[in-house]
Each structure stands twice: as C-alpha cells, then as structure tokens.
C-alpha cells in the first residue's frame, strides 16, 4: 500500500515546478503583473511537493526486488529526482538571494537552471512512466 502513494503525490510538483518556470519566463513579457511572485510561490510549493515525492518515492522502491529487471530504471529515476530537486533547490536559493532582482549575466544563468530543470522533470517522468507501464511498477501486476 505505501507504494502507491507516490503516484499520487509525484503530479503536484511537476505541475507545480512547471508553471512556476512558466511564470517566470512570462514575467519577462509582462513584468509588474505579479508573475514574479506567483513563480515564486509556486516555487516553494513546487520544492517542498518535490521533497514529499522523494520520500514517498524511496518508500515505493522498497517494494521492488534486488532480482526485478526494473532495477536500472528505478535506480535512474531515483537519481534524476534527487537532481531535480536539487536543481529547483539551488533555483529556490538563488531566486531568494537576488530577491528576484538579476544582471542580465544572472538572469540567462537563472534560464539555463530552469531549462535544465524542465529537461530532468521530463526525464524523470518518462522513467518513471517506463516504471510503471513496462514494469509494473505500482501496479496490481505481478513484478517480474
């Protein structure tokens, strides 16, 4: 049962880490509307759904055994999320100190993070769907 909490939990963060990266880049377009803070909020709940997906994620991993060819996948997966999070960790971080406020240096660095960061969500996730729809991972179906 504990395994199956994770699938639940794991759609809030992404969504979350999603639109706050959304929310960032159309706050260059139509700055002073509050996108800014509304990235930001959704930055830290992104973060902290990140944390509760991580932990409920080392908890679902325990129910696959040392034997299943899953194994690779599932240590892959497990890895891309802990990067993820710290990636949006260190976005979080940096978001804070500059108060929001960057050179134009800063501001492509504070880019290339988001970017990266978009692009281990969607690794992360396409793992984590070969978990599930090509192991069984989760699932009523007997593991292999």
């Not at 679902?60 to 892959?76: E, H």
């Not at 993070?113 to 192991?135: D, M, P, R, W």
């Amino acid at each position: 049962m504990p395994e199956t909490i994770h699938p639940l939990v794991i759609h809030f963060p992404i969504a979350l880490l999603l639109s706050s990266v959304l929310l960032s880049w159309s706050n260059l377009i139509w700055p002073g509307k509050g996108l800014d803070k509304a990235a930001w909020y959704t930055l830290l709940l992104g973060l902290a759904g990140a944390a509760v997906s991580i932990i409920t994620g080392l908890i679902a991993a325990q129910a696959v055994p040392a034997n299943s060819p899953a194994l690779q996948t599932l240590t892959t997966h497990r890895l891309l999320g802990i990067v993820t999070f710290v990636i949006f960790g260190l976005q979080t971080i940096c978001v804070w100190r500059s108060k929001g406020e960057y050179s134009k240096g800063k501001r492509i660095l504070h880019i290339v993070i988001q970017l990266v960061g978009v692009s281990l969500i969607v690794a992360t996730g396409a793992l984590g769907g070969e978990l599930v729809y090509t192991f069984g991972v989760g699932t009523a179906v007997p593991l292999p």
